[in-house]
T-cell receptor, first 115, second 113 residues
Framework: NAGVTQTPKFRILKIGQSMTLQCTQDMNHNYMYWYRQDPGMGLKLIYYSVGAGITDKGEVPNGYNVSRSTTEDFPLRLELAAPSQTSVYFC??????????????FGEGSWLTVV | KQEVTQIPAALSVPEGENLVLNCSFTDSAIYNLQWFRQDPGKGLTSLLLIQSSQREQTSGRLNASLDKSSGRSTLYIAASQPGDSATYLCAVRRMDSSYKLIFGSGTRLLVRP
């Protein structure tokens, strides 16, 4: 069972470079999320999507962009990377808003360092 | 603004001990509260979810309680084992924006053999 798959696992970027973190899920979930986790901190929501073609900002969207062309894929693009974007990024998905008790599934994370 | 706090930040116990992890939140208007486990270099795995109308949930050696009025939740781990070593995070789902989970910063647990 693949679940939520993120690539790459590790990446080092230079300041000003751009890159895309890939996320795909095979559970036919409508809801997908991108979080970042800084050392010793909880997760903060960057962007989320409630279905193909629909995306919205979370708590910390600046410096990022997303798209959702299919149910399965939810890539996160970093434009003009800055040291403040050094973090661990997690993609997640769920079948609904999470009100009924259905759980949220996370990928294993992508470690990004901007130097 | 909803804030979630977890105390202690780190905890070390000998194997076999029963232990309690604490989570507090500032706004009682929540849909539910969820406890997650995070192993080093891995993603989060959901352990227990408590709806706002519930008082507790149990799964094996884990028991989570919720006191919404006081803004507190506890995760009780019975007969701890070295395999329980991980970071435990709690998260609340806000009632005013149901897509958003607000996470605490976690408690890093080490169970010593």
């Amino acid at each position: 069972n693949a679940g939520v798959t993120q690539t790459p696992k590790f990446r080092i970027l230079k300041i000003g470079q751009s890159m895309t973190l890939q996320c795909t899920q095979d559970m036919n979930h409508n809801y997908m999320y991108w979080y970042r986790q800084d050392p010793g901190m909880g997760l903060k929501l960057i962007y989320y999507s409630v279905g193909a073609g629909i995306t919205d900002k979370g708590e910390v969207p600046n410096g990022y962009n997303v798209s959702r062309s299919t149910t399965e894929d939810f890539p996160l693009r970093l434009e003009l990377a800055a040291p403040s974007q050094t973090s661990v990024y997690f993609c997640a998905s769920s079948s609904d808003r999470g009100l009924s008790g259905n759980t949220i599934y996370f990928g294993e994370g992508s470690w990004l360092t901007v130097v | 603004k909803q804030e979630v706090t977890q105390i202690p930040a780190a905890l070390s116990v000998p194997e076999g001990e029963n232990l309690v992890l604490n989570c507090s939140f500032t706004d009682s208007a929540i849909y539910n509260l969820q406890w997650f486990r995070q192993d080093p270099g891995k993603g989060l795995t959901s352990l227990l979810l408590i709806q706002s109308s519930q008082r507790e949930q149990t799964s094996g050696r884990l028991n989570a309680s919720l006191d919404k009025s006081s803004g507190r939740s506890t995760l009780y781990i019975a007969a701890s084992q070295p395999g329980d070593s991980a970071t435990y995070l709690c998260a609340v789902r806000r009632m005013d924006s149901s897509y958003k989970l607000i996470f605490g910063s976690g408690t890093r647990l080490l169970v010593r053999p």
